[in-house]
């Protein structure tokens, strides 16, 4: 049973940084998974923002969306994923998730475009608001 649990929402102001923190199940880091970062606004679909390939062709993909402005790191120690996301707009405000599914032989660009309907495994999210 893969197990997540996001943490590090709240309400911040435009301008500022965030990181989220998801711990994993011993299953998602010590095989093949996609894990990853999505959110979904009010009204809109769900989308990825940046994703972790945990087998033997481990890389990371980010969305144009946080590209150049976030980071993703998968701590294989502490079984956490985390996600840092800065110079926040009132755009970013959405209810944020990790997720994972599994994927043999899967890259980072993979794990993004397959979508996240795929993904089979999902936190209960966390509320990220940002206002101006």
């Known amino acids: 049973q893969v197990q997540l649990a996001e943490s590090g929402g709240g309400s911040v102001q435009t301008g500022d940084s965030l990181r989220l923190s998801c711990t994993l199940s011993?299953?998602?880091?010590?095989?093949?998974?996609?894990v990853g970062w999505f959110r979904q606004a009010p009204g809109k679909e769900r989308e990825g923002l940046a994703l972790i390939s945990t087998g033997s062709r481990g890389t990371t993909f980010y969305a144009d969306s946080a590209k150049g402005r976030s980071t993703i790191d998968l701590d294989n120690a502490q079984n956490i994923l985390s996600f840092q996301m800065n110079s926040l707009k009132p755009d970013d405000t959405a209810k944020y998730y990790c997720?994972?599914?599994?994927?043999?032989?899967?890259?980072?660009?993979?794990?993004?475009?397959?979508?996240?309907?795929?993904?089979?495994?999902w936190g209960r999210g966390t509320q990220v608001t940002v206002s101006s």
């Open positions: 011993r299953d998602t880091y010590r095989n093949n998974y996609c």
């Open positions: 997720a994972a599914d599994p994927c043999v032989n899967c890259d980072g660009e993979y794990c993004y475009t397959k979508g996240w309907p795929t993904y089979h495994y």
